[in-house]
């Protein structure tokens, strides 16, 4: 299994950014996608996950109505769109997932939200 986030960048308040996360070594249709982020001190929280057809979406409360998170089944991909971003957004995002009985996460693309 392999996670590859992408997207990240330093963008100022207000702004959006796009995250993606390439997946493979699994049946990617089969299973559910999550989006965490760590900012420096704190615990990795979730943001943000989608069931395995994407159907079904949740959000933490910090991003509700900011953040959009959508899968492309036939690309392998999940999406994590942002907008409206905040200083406090700024953090390591990873893509996460659970295959197996085993919990994958990729590398992380660093978002920062500073003017």
């Known amino acids: 299994v392999q996670l590859v986030e992408s997207g990240g960048g330093l963008v100022q308040p207000g702004g959006s950014l796009r995250l993606s996360c390439a997946a493979s070594?699994?049946?990617?249709?089969?299973?559910?996608m999550s989006w965490y982020r760590q900012a420096p001190g704190k615990v990795r929280e979730l943001v943000a996950g989608i069931s395995s057809g994407g159907g079904t979406t949740d959000y933490s409360d910090s991003v509700k109505g900011r953040f959009t998170i959508f899968r492309d089944n036939a690309k392998n991909t999940v999406y994590l769109q942002m907008y409206s971003l905040k200083p406090e957004d700024t953090a390591l995002y990873y893509c996460y997932t659970y295959v197996r009985n085993n919990a994958y996460w990729g590398q992380g693309t660093q978002v920062t939200v500073s003017s």
């Open positions: 070594g699994f049946t990617f249709w089969r299973y559910g």
